[in-house]
Each structure stands twice: as structure tokens, then as C-alpha cells.
């Protein structure tokens, strides 16, 4: 079974201030996708980012950006410039070629104004 | 972008009935579906994957025969609760995509069985 492992269960950060959160996954695959979704009090899943796992240059998407280490199994997920907006549960996911997610713990993110 | 659509998004069942719920791509054709469940507070839990025209594939651990899932055309699947029972009472979640387009969850439904 594939694994993600958000060892973050909440964290805070003050507004236009920049955090990161982590991610490990556990595969034996060579070719997979790994995603952030967010989650605000909607319930709504939002994709913040995703990342080829065959591409080494880390993606990404104006204030959020992944440091994408494969060889560590590492997903880090780097938010700069924090809004109000951004406070959310935050969802590491895996994904392997039979199209089926997997996702991680969350973590919660409170951005402080 | 890939819009996906979930009704209901909250439904209040007695126990021992059954509920069904409806996940439809609006804008393209998919293939697959997943359907989700979330406990308050916690990750999202693949149930099963829902294949078009073929039996669903369903994780272990989950009754196949508690949540059918119908995949009958290329922009519907429904998952239904079959004899619900409190301890049925959750967030439900769909999603549908491709690598290539990219992966849209539903709203998601919140089920209450009293």
C-alpha cells in the first residue's frame, strides 16, 4: 500500500510571511504524480499544485511552489507571501498510474493577520 | 477547467434506508471516478474506484455490498448507501480526471443517518 505522511497536523504563520509544509510518501513506483490540494471550511478540494515525478524541476504556481526530492521521497510544499485565503487544511497526495489518490494526514494551516 | 458536480451535498436518512448520491463530470467524459469517504478532521479515504461499463474496484476493508456503485455512462456515477446506519454518517467526496486534464473533486455530501 502506498503511504503519505504529513508530520504537520497544524501550523500558523503570519500574513506575507512564507512556510513550508511537509510531505514523505513511501513507493516502489518509478512513475507517479504528487499533488497539494487545500481544503477551506467549504469541504471544497481545491488542487494548489502537482508535480510529475519524472520531471526534476519543481513546480510551480505563483505564491506556491515544491521542493520535490525524489531519491528522499520528499514533497515539500513552500507558500510565500501568505494571504488570509490561504488558511486551509492542506492535503499532500500520491498518485500512481492506475489513477487512484492517496492522501495524507493534512495539515491545518491558520495564516495570523 | 474540469468541472465536477455532486448532489446532494447534505442529506438527513433514517436508519435502514438506503441514500444515493451522484457525482457527474459537466464538461467531460470520465472514464473513471473515485468516491471518497472523510471522518471530521481527517485525510481523505479511497473507497472504491468506479470503471464505466464494469464492476466497481473497492479498497479492502469496504463492503461492496453497504456501498454500490453504479458507473453507467461516461458522466455518472452514483454510490448508494445501502441499509445506512449511524455509523454510516460522513463526508463522501468524488472526483474525476486524467493525468492530462487534471483530477476535480466533487463538493462532497454530508451524510447524517438518525
Do not use: F, R
Given at each position: 500500500a502506498q503511504t503519505v505522511t504529513q508530520s504537520q497536523p497544524e501550523m500558523s504563520v503570519q500574513e506575507a510571511e512564507t512556510v513550508t509544509l511537509s510531505c514523505t510518501y513511501d513507493t516502489s513506483e518509478n512513475n507517479y504524480y504528487l499533488f497539494w490540494y487545500k481544503q477551506p471550511p467549504s469541504r471544497q478540494m481545491i488542487l494548489v499544485i502537482r508535480q510529475e515525478a519524472y520531471k526534476q524541476q519543481n513546480a510551480t504556481e505563483n505564491r506556491f511552489s515544491v521542493n520535490f526530492q525524489k531519491a528522499a521521497k520528499s514533497f515539500s510544499l513552500k507558500i510565500s507571501d501568505?494571504?488570509?485565503?490561504?488558511t486551509a487544511m492542506y492535503f499532500c497526495a500520491f498518485m500512481k498510474t492506475r489513477n487512484q489518490f492517496y492522501f495524507g494526514t493534512g495539515t491545518s494551516l491558520t495564516v495570523i493577520p | 477547467g474540469a468541472v465536477v458536480s455532486q448532489h446532494p451535498s447534505r442529506v438527513i436518512c433514517k436508519s435502514g434506508t438506503s441514500v444515493k448520491i451522484e457525482c457527474r463530470s459537466l464538461d467531460f467524459q470520465a472514464t473513471t471516478m473515485f468516491w471518497y469517504r472523510q471522518f471530521p478532521k481527517k485525510s481523505l479515504m479511497l473507497m472504491a474506484t468506479s470503471n464505466e461499463g464494469s464492476k466497481a474496484t473497492y479498497e479492502q476493508g469496504v463492503e461492496k455490498d453497504k456501498f454500490l456503485i453504479n458507473h453507467?455512462?461516461?458522466?455518472l456515477s452514483t454510490l448508494t448507501v445501502t441499509?445506512?446506519?449511524?455509523?454510516?454518517s460522513s463526508f463522501y467526496i468524488c472526483s474525476a480526471g486524467d493525468s492530462n486534464y487534471g483530477y476535480t473533486f466533487g463538493s462532497g455530501t454530508r451524510l447524517t443517518v438518525v
Open positions: 501568505s494571504q488570509l485565503g490561504d | 453507467a455512462s461516461l458522466t441499509s445506512a446506519h449511524p455509523e454510516d
